[in-house]
């Protein structure tokens, strides 16, 4: 059974830190796309970074750009996402989502994704 689990959530200062992880088990990580995914207060869930395990490619929205930095650790089946320089605007339960074999590159839509994790809040306050 796929199963993803989110952990490193929490409250921080605007302008603090958080790392985040993704655990991963019960598929071979290779050949996927991990999405990271928020969905703050009143808000529609929006995408947030992606990588692709192919080649490593990995995407940011234009609102996190700079101040997320997304990767993997493939003997650990995890992928992260650090979070700097954050703002109370980045307050979110943030959900990590899976897609298996996958041959070209990281889809951004979440009804692409087949497996999600639980989630976990991150509170920015001001």
């Known amino acids: 059974e796929v199963q993803l689990v989110e952990s490193g959530g929490g409250l921080v200062q605007a302008g603090g830190s958080l790392r985040l992880s993704c655990a991963a088990s019960g598929f071979t990580f290779d050949d996927y796309a991990i999405g990271w995914f928020r969905q703050g207060p009143e808000k529609e869930r929006e995408g947030v970074s992606y990588?692709?395990?192919?080649?490593?490619?990995?995407y940011y929205a234009d609102s996190v750009k700079g101040r997320f930095t997304i990767s993997s650790d493939v003997a650990k089946n995890t992928v992260y996402l650090q979070m700097t320089n954050l703002k109370p605007e980045d307050t979110a339960v943030y959900y990590c989502?899976?897609?298996?074999?996958?041959?070209?590159?990281?889809?951004?839509?979440?009804?692409?994704?087949?497996?999600w994790g639980p989630g976990t809040q991150v509170t920015v306050s001001s």
């Open positions: 990588i692709f395990s192919g080649d490593g490619t990995t």
């Open positions: 989502a899976g897609l298996l074999g996958v041959v070209a590159g990281a889809p951004k839509g979440e009804l692409d994704y087949d497996y």
